[in-house]
């Protein structure tokens, strides 16, 4: 039975004993694990060298990486430099949707086929999504402030400061991935119009009450907008003040994608301003908030520190997708995930 030396890079969210429990599972074949625990999430990630959302640790990955042939990590930095040290790398795993924290050309260069695990944390983030527009929807948290400060305020029960149903609604998906699907049949179960702008979704193959439309007509419908697209060149700002602008007067925006995909000053305007009825936000142009940030004081907001993935599901999902990589780079076929080859 073939050994193959193989490092698992993970941390304290997928776990490496989550990892090696899930790797047991492929056959024929015996792992020499050595493990190295990134210090992500108790220290936060950031750009490390060439890469994103990374943990600062390239030290480390380049004492572990000698004679290692596989790599399983979530925020491990593979930076060139990393990758120099590794000259028997030839399988890298991402336990995440895309590897952002890896110089993927860099790593085709020097033959390494690099695999991410998608959908891993699709169900909790689509859940986590609409436990956020929910809260907007009816102001959950400003509720739970009143009785907090021994307030019993019947008087929020007044038709003018009392919240919106879901039954009913026009809801806006902005990306149609895995997890923009699952929120959408959620939507449809509530009893909402969904809307979806996706470029790569086929508008006669959407299914059974998803409108696919473009995304000024998606903004002018929707009581409810939610971003679900992936931050690329083309997305990095897509929603500003002109967009939120077209929006019905008292609409709720929800953001659990990327800080990237929205300008938050022109949101805290429409806040402000009466323009836009609730917010929830999962992610931020900058993470942490800053102290004093204007958002932190907006009205009507719903806000958790990017943890809309953190369930331990998730982390389980991304071991045994990882695992499956490993086991079809080990047979010789394409895994799912495949990001180069």
């Known amino acids: 039975m073939r050994t193959i030396k193989t490092l698992l890079a993970g941390d304290h969210f997928v776990r490496n004993d989550l990892l090696a429990t899930a790797l047991s599972s492929v056959q024929n074949v015996t792992f020499d694990f050595r493990q190295v625990t990134l210090p992500w999430p108790l220290t936060p990630y950031g750009r490390v060298a060439e890469v994103d959302e990374a943990s600062d640790a390239e030290d480390q990955l380049i004492a572990a990486l000698p004679g290692v042939e596989i790599a399983v990590t979530q925020m491990g930095p593979f930076t060139e430099r990393v990758l ?23 790593a085709v260069k ?45 008087d929020l029960y007044a038709y003018d400061e009392c919240g919106l149903e879901l039954d009913g609604a026009t809801v806006g998906l902005i990306g149609y991935g895995a997890i923009g699907q699952r929120v959408a049949r959620v939507m449809l179960a509530f009893g909402a119009e969904v809307l979806v702008v996706d470029p790569a979704i086929d508008p006669a193959k959407a ?40 929006m ?44 004093g940030a204007r958002l932190l004081t907006a009205p009507n907001v719903v806000m958790t520190p990017h943890l809309a993935g953190a369930t331990k599901q998730t982390a389980l999902r991304a071991g045994s997708i990882a695992a499956e990589a490993v086991a079809a780079y080990l047979a010789g076929v394409d895994p799912i995930g495949l990001v180069s080859a």
């Open 207 to 246: 299914p059974d009450g998803v409108e696919v439309v473009e995304l000024d007509n998606l903004l002018r419908r929707s009581d409810v907008v939610s971003l679900h697209a992936r931050l690329t060149d083309q997305t990095r700002g897509m929603i500003g003040a002109d967009q939120i602008a077209l």
């Open 84 to 106: 120099d040290a590794a000259p028997d790398l030839r399988f890298l795993v991402v336990c995440r949707g895309g590897p952002v924290n890896v110089n993927v050309p860099a």
């Open 110 to 154: 020097r033959g390494i086929i690099v695999a991410s695990t998608p959908g891993r944390n699709a169900v909790a983030a689509a859940e986590h999504a609409v436990a956020m527009m929910m809260s907007a929807l009816r102001n959950l948290p400003r509720l739970q402030r009143t009785l907090e400060q021994g307030e019993w305020r019947s």
């Open 248 to 291: 019905p007067r008292g609409a709720v925006l929800v953001n659990t994608a990327r800080g990237g995909l929205l300008d938050y000053d022109a949101t805290v305007d429409a806040l402000e301003s009466g323009q836009l009825g609730a917010a929830a936000f999962d992610v931020f142009p900058v993470e942490p908030v800053p102290v």
